[in-house]
């Protein structure tokens, strides 16, 4: 099977330090090391987030990346826009003493931690550790949807699995470009556990 032709370099590993940075900061969040007065600065790394990523599903899509361009415009939408948003908002009414019921965010995390998980399958096809990175983030944004819906105290579960999704997220990135780079490997991927097509 023949590669197909890209208008752009593979924006992948931009999008994927983008989503670390922000496993990252919601890791430091969710656990206390930092405070929730955090939450407007973390707005502004999300906002970031949300730029390379729609930029990447945007190039993704044009490249007939049907899982990956899909992926990463929704977590643009919704991991980082929507979660710029409402850190912004939370912060702003929890300082105003203001209540808010954020079972809600269950419901919408429940639908993100489905078609996360069903859209991971596509992933069977690339490297073990990018897949590694998808379920990892699997984990968390079940974990996240079962706490905002009440049923877990799962906010140190998603916590932790943010962090390894972050790190893994990070070691793909790094690959793939300087895979791509020096057209050798330089940081080892793995082979598909899945291929199809030859």
């Known amino acids: 099977m023949s590669q197909p032709q890209h208008s752009f370099a593979n924006p992948a590993p931009a999008g994927l330090i983008a989503l670390a940075l922000v496993c ?103 490297t073990p550790f990018l897949l590694a990175a998808l379920v990892t983030a699997d984990v968390a944004i079940w974990a996240v949807a079962l706490t905002d819906l009440g049923f877990i105290a799962g906010a140190p579960i998603a916590a932790w699995f943010l962090l390894v999704t972050g790190i893994l997220g990070l070691y793909v990135a790094f690959g793939v470009a300087l895979n791509t780079h020096y057209k050798k490997v330089i940081i080892p991927l793995g082979k598909p556990l899945v291929k199809i097509g030859e």
Request: glycine fraction near 8%; proline fraction near 3%; aromatic fraction near 14%.
């Open 24 to 126: 990252f900061t919601l890791f430091a969040i969710l656990t206390g090391r930092v405070p929730h007065e955090a939450l407007p600065l973390l707005a502004c790394w999300q906002f970031g987030g949300f730029i390379v990523q729609i930029i990447t599903g945007v190039i993704e899509l044009k490249d007939h990346n049907i899982i990956g361009g899909n992926v990463f415009t929704y977590f643009a939408a919704f991991f980082m826009a929507t979660g710029a948003c409402e850190s912004i908002l939370k912060y702003l009414l929890t300082v105003n003493k203001l209540p808010f019921a954020s079972q809600i965010d269950g419901w919408a995390w429940l639908v993100l931690a489905i078609a996360t998980t069903v859209m991971t399958i596509g992933y069977l096809t690339s």
